[in-house]
């Protein structure tokens, strides 16, 4: 993708994400390491910050330890109403929580984004959400989206193509992130080009990018550079350099050199 399709691309994320945003609270479910603020109507005593336990309780005035992990902001407020009257200390409390911080649900946003960073998933967040949390994908980044996930115990990996998403409008790879993910965006892959064109270098290759393109990309040929002298010096699988004489409509593989030869005429 071009910068100006990656900015347009970038925008689609963020319109994706501000177009799914829930403000409902009692979406979240309660988990070790959030941080609550509790508070019962004209009790003001009863107020306190607190932080949930690895165990998944908070510990509150006159009833002790109370187990909120696991369930919503709305439940929690139910049971600490529930034990506060039924233990004698308030007739018909009205509690009320609010997440100051939530630390249990939260993803991992790496590599050529924005803003790489952990980003908390204060309800149900897709693909396309997260990356627009995390600024979008950068102009370097790449097309190829990598997640890692915990599936009953066992570590997974799934590999996603954004642009063909996006292109084809298909969202059903817009897979829902949740708490602990990794989403990861690599480096664009690159080819080189260098010998008689205008601007020898490395390039961010292209989605079926053509030898013929590739030679635009490096400016053109100079006035010594000849178009039946392009060879792609491009490495197999045993490791070796192959030398390979290129046609204008062959296409460009990740790390091939272009080499465009002197004409002698």
């Not at 509790?38 to 510990?59: H, N």
């Not at 004698?88 to 939260?106: C, D, T």
């Amino acid at each position: 993708m071009n910068k100006l399709y990656k900015s347009f691309f970038s925008l689609v994320l963020t319109f994706l994400f501000l177009s799914s945003v829930s403000f409902a609270a009692d979406d979240v479910l309660l988990g070790p390491g959030d941080i609550l603020k509790v508070s019962v109507f004209e009790q003001p005593d009863l107020s306190l910050e607190v932080r949930v336990s690895d165990s998944g309780t908070i510990t509150y005035p006159l009833i002790g330890a109370v187990h909120v992990g696991g369930g919503t902001p709305a439940e929690a407020e139910k049971k600490i109403a529930n034990m506060l009257e039924t233990g004698g200390y308030l007739k018909n409390p009205h509690v009320s929580i609010i997440v100051a911080q939530l630390q249990s649900l939260q993803a991992s946003v790496l590599g050529q984004v924005g803003r790489p960073g952990r980003y908390p998933l204060d309800s149900a967040r897709t693909l396309a959400d997260v990356l627009a949390l995390a600024g979008g994908i950068a102009p370097d980044g790449a097309d190829i989206i990598t997640i890692v996930q915990k599936v009953n115990d066992k570590t997974t990996r799934t590999t996603i193509d954004i642009a063909d998403m996006m292109r084809s409008g298909n969202l059903d790879n817009n897979i829902e992130i949740k708490g602990g993910d990794i989403v990861y965006v690599e480096r664009s892959p690159k080819f080189y080009i260098y010998g008689e064109v205008q601007r020898p270098g490395q390039y961010r290759l292209e989605h079926n990018m053509t030898v013929l393109q590739a030679l635009s990309v490096g400016g053109g040929l100079t006035m010594r550079g000849t178009e039946k002298g392009v060879v792609l010096k491009r490495q197999n699988e045993s490791g070796s350099i192959e030398v390979i004489k290129a046609k204008h409509d062959d296409l460009i593989q990740q790390n091939d050199v272009v080499y465009i030869k002197e004409s002698f005429f």
